[in-house]
């Protein structure tokens, strides 16, 4: 109807992957979360997982635009 | 002991989710020229985009909580819920009902009953429904607020006031659409913010064998971990196989049901009533842009839905795997406290001697109001007159030794446990969402049936759409002030809600005996319908007022007139309960509608049933894509499913 909802979808999951990308690659301390032994620095690691589904849904949106609508 | 402070990371992200659903209402706006612009969508939703609100909808944020809840309680049984109780009936709606429902171009659940029948039919289900749905959203926006409350410290009316407030706002200018893409966004934020936790949770406890190796061991004795009484014990597998601890009978498995109550009474009647006929889902397939997308929503939804255990139920397992492990410092959390009772336990356990531990352990004990583990404040006493501790250390003794879980803090514990700022502000926004999309769907379902099948209907029809678009936008108003209302309802009288939601249960239970009959059987009357709708949810009240579960006393929760049947837990006697009343309201609309003649004629019933629809044909689709095949198909894999964790 008029808006194409992955735009809305697409841009809200990019930033917020930039933003725990970058909160995860400044603040490594604070973004680590230790399993096991292992130091996982989740906010990066999911920051840039965010960050790609956000540019995917994006691309999804760009596409849907170039293909008109079916009447 | 248990708020949670969020930083500035974490602000952001809510911030920027409220601006989104508010930007989205905002340009929705301008498509908002008609009463069917603003109630229906004007069915014209893309497949997928319904096909995810259709599940999200449903997947509240009641259910999030609850369903980790019952994964600690009942372990992968739980995922009952989802490949009995709703793959079936979601490929039941989508090939079989979806034809009739948007077919008829019926507007709504309640609409289709009229055409199928009269309004009187109508006028009990758009009742009854409506009523429930206020109250569903009440009691969501309730839940959110304590929650913003006990978690975050915000005061509990101004968060309900201004989450009530940002749904208001974009339902308001977007409709239903704006409902439907917010409930979208709002599965993805629940995928997206909760998978890292389940990650983190599964590689704590050293993977899913090591996980549920650990249960084999908690399911020989839960009370340890206080899931059950002191004594219970059941076979290894109890938490971690589906199937046969069902198998072996009621007394075999922690929920306390036999096969058949789940098949017929949760697989079955409660399954196909709630999916086939619950306005609120079934009215995102309506909003679907042509029939194939409509028949195509709910087979789309199914797909998460198989998915959506290992998401929402395996937290509740992992915390019990967590806790059963001494060296990961987690327990299920216990019930809620307040900071001065705490204080007060504290000074029990000071002032008490380790020679005398009995009396230690009554005066915490009456201190907390709950029961507590002997041995652990026993030692904690001693610990403290050895090498005095500190006031948190004790703290976290007791803490750790109250013998009562409270299931709904699991989630919300673990997202506590694995989430540093950042990830943290993603998954309580994503349960924030769940809850306000709750809000939202419940409303929007509601303005579109108060709208026009109960003031179009019956109060004030022929009027200009202008009028009606208008009454929809008003009565949305008025759904949020209702919704408000309830909540405080559900706020201040916490046993009333019990006795709602009770009441809400006979209405549901005999409802899919009537559509049944009324999709696949043209001798049934308007008559048979209304007095086996009648007859149904009269038996249900019957069926509840003779039959309790072990463990309750009579009155709230049932056998308040006589106890003529006891079962092992009120899971079962909920399902029975509903068996019952589906085959009193089935029974008494088949007779009945025997009895009486009927009042319209093939013709009249074209599109409404069944044997006198011409079949859909899909000659342009592929084979594999036609409705049909890909339900079969489906089926399939929730067969498979439920073989892996057999």
């Not at chain 2, 002991?1 to 340009?27: E, K, N, S």
């Not at chain 2, 006031?161 to 704006?178: E, M, Q």
């Not at chain 2, 689709?621 to 079969?632: A, D, R, T």
């Amino acid at each position: 109807m008029g808006l194409d909802i992955r735009w809305p979808i697409g841009l809200m999951f990019t930033l917020i992957g930039v933003l725990l990308t970058g909160y995860g690659a400044v603040n490594r301390a604070g973004s680590t979360i230790g399993i096991d032994g292992q130091e996982i620095n989740i906010n990066l690691i999911w920051g840039i997982v965010l960050l790609v589904f956000g540019v995917l849904m994006l691309l999804g949106a760009m596409c849907g635009k170039k293909t008109p609508p079916a009447a | 002991m248990q708020l949670i402070h969020l930083a500035w990371v974490d602000y952001t992200v809510l911030i920027a989710y409220v601006a989104f659903v508010l930007g989205i209402g905002w340009m929705l706006a301008r498509y908002m020229k008609t009463s069917s612009d603003f109630l229906t969508s004007a069915r014209s939703i893309p497949t997928w985009v319904t096909g995810l609100a259709f599940i999200s909808a449903n997947l509240g944020a009641l259910e999030l909580v609850g369903m980790a809840a019952s994964g600690a309680k009942y372990g992968i049984a739980t995922a009952h819920f989802y490949w009995v109780g709703a793959i079936p009936a979601m490929i039941f709606l989508a090939v079989f009902m979806m034809p009739f429902y948007y077919g008829s171009k019926a507007r709504s659940v309640p609409e289709y009953l009229q055409m199928r029948f009269n309004k009187p039919v109508m006028g009990l289900n758009a009742v009854a429904f409506a009523v429930m749905t206020v109250f569903a959203s009440g009691i969501s926006m309730n839940a959110l607020a304590k929650l913003l409350n006990q978690l975050l410290g915000w005061n509990y009316h101004v968060a309900l006031f201004i989450c009530s407030g940002v749904v208001l706002i974009y339902v308001l200018k977007g409709g239903l659409t704006s409902a439907i893409y917010t409930e979208v966004l709002q599965f993805f934020m629940i995928v997206l913010g909760f998978a890292p936790v389940v990650y983190l949770g599964l590689k704590d406890v050293g993977g899913w064998h090591a996980m549920n190796h650990s249960l084999q061991g908690v399911a020989t004795d839960p009370s340890a971990l206080y899931l059950k009484g002191a004594g219970i014990t059941y076979a290894a597998d109890a938490w971690t196989s589906a199937w046969k601890p069902v198998l072996a009978g009621p007394a075999n498995n922690p929920m306390g049901v036999d096969w058949f109550a789940i098949v017929f009474g949760l697989g079955f009647v409660l399954s196909f009533g709630y999916w086939c006929t619950n306005f609120l889902v079934v009215q995102r397939a309506m909003a679907a842009k042509n029939m194939a997308a409509a028949r195509n929503t709910p087979l789309v939804a199914a797909v998460p839905k198989m998915l959506f255990p290992f998401l929402v139920i395996v937290p509740g397992m992992i915390a019990v795997a967590l806790t059963s492990l001494p060296d990961k410092n987690y327990r299920i959390p216990p019930p809620i406290l307040s900071q001065e009772v705490y204080a007060q336990a504290v000074d029990a356990v000071k002032s008490a001697s380790p020679a005398d531990s009995a009396a230690g352990v009554k005066a915490v004990g009456d201190a907390l109001g709950k029961p507590v583990s002997a041995e652990k404040i026993a030692s904690l006493i001693a610990a403290n007159a050895k090498d005095k501790l500190s006031d948190e250390q004790i703290e976290k003794g007791i803490y750790n030794s109250i013998a009562e879980n409270d299931y709904d803090g699991v989630i919300l514990s673990l997202v506590k446990k694995y989430c540093p700022p950042g990830l943290l502000g993603l998954a309580l926004t994503a349960l924030l969402a769940s809850f306000m999309s709750g809000m939202a769907g419940n409303v929007t379902a509601f303005n579109t049936v108060w709208t026009y099948n109960l003031y179009q209907a019956f109060f004030v029809p022929g009027k200009s759409d202008d009028h009606y678009f208008w009454m929809g936008k008003f009565i949305t108003v008025v759904g949020i002030g209702l919704s408000i209302a309830c909540a405080y309802f559900a706020r201040q009288y916490n046993n009333c809600m019990d006795i709602i939601q009770l009441v809400f249960g006979f209405v549901n239970a005999p409802l899919f005996a009537t559509f049944l009959l009324g999709m696949f059987w043209k001798r049934t009357t308007s008559i048979g319908a209304f007095l086996g709708l009648f007859g149904g949810i009269g038996a249900s009240a019957l069926f509840h007022a003779v039959t309790i579960a072990h463990g309750n006393a009579p009155g709230v929760k049932g056998g308040y007139i006589h106890v003529l049947g006891e079962y092992p837990s009120e899971m079962a006697q909920n399902f029975w309960l509903a068996a019952f009343a589906f085959t009193v309201c089935f029974t008494l609309t088949l007779v009945i509608s025997l009895a009486t003649r009927r009042t319209k004629t093939d013709d009249e019933l074209k599109g409404l049933v069944y044997s006198l629809t011409p079949k859909i044909k899909s000659d342009n689709l592929p084979f594999f894509l036609q409705p049909g095949v890909v339900g079969i198909l489906l089926l399939i894999a929730c067969v498979i499913l439920n073989i892996i964790f057999w």
